[in-house]
């Protein structure tokens, strides 16, 4: 779940990276990253509690 965490903000970093070098406009890939890490975050306490 950690490596998945790591990844998700590796890739949220990219994508922000090509936004600030003018490569794509990423707002709404930004918005498919957030709505996976509240997902994840939410697996990962479902988890937890058991």
Known sequence: ?????????EAR???IL???????DNA???DHIEEISRLLE??????RLN
């Open 42 to 47: 939410r697996y990962i306490a479902c988890i």
């Open 28 to 30: 709404t890939l930004l």
């Open 13 to 15: 970093y990219y994508l």
């Open 18 to 24: 090509a936004d600030d070098l003018g490569y794509l």
């Open 1 to 9: 779940m950690n490596i998945a965490q790591g990844s998700l903000e």
